[in-house]
């Protein structure tokens, strides 16, 4: 069973940027779409960046110009470099396939305070 590891989040304030990692055990990593997700308060969770097995990317349109989705598969690594944050922003932040086949981590608490 694949575990994933998230790690970066922490407190920031508005316009200020967090760099996401998230380590992802077992050798199908590289093959498969990553996506990180986000859960605000109260809310579901929603896919806000997806990277193909290759360089192709997608952003949901309240994180596109701001957030950047990148691998490293030697390191079975996906990242979320997160600039100009906003207090909207907020919430845990988890990675998974694109169609969330693994099980959850624990994700990584993002706070942007305004």
């Known amino acids: 069973q694949v575990q994933l590891v998230e790690s970066g989040g922490g407190l920031v304030q508005a316009g200020g940027s967090l760099r996401l990692s998230c380590v992802a055990s077992?050798?199908?990593?590289?093959?498969?779409?990553m996506a990180w997700f986000r859960q605000a308060p109260g809310k579901q969770r929603d896919l806000v960046a997806s990277?193909?097995?290759?360089?192709?990317?997608n952003y949901a349109d309240s994180v596109k110009g701001r957030f950047t989705i990148s691998r490293d598969n030697a390191k079975n690594t996906v990242y979320l470099q997160m600039n100009s944050l906003k207090p909207e922003d907020t919430g845990v932040y988890y990675c998974?396939?694109?169609?969330?086949?693994?099980?959850w981590g624990q994700g990584t608490q993002v706070t942007v305070s305004s």
């Open positions: 077992g050798s199908s990593f590289s093959i498969r779409p």
């Open positions: 998974n396939t694109v169609r969330a086949i693994w099980v």
């Open positions: 990277i193909t097995s290759g360089v192709n990317t």
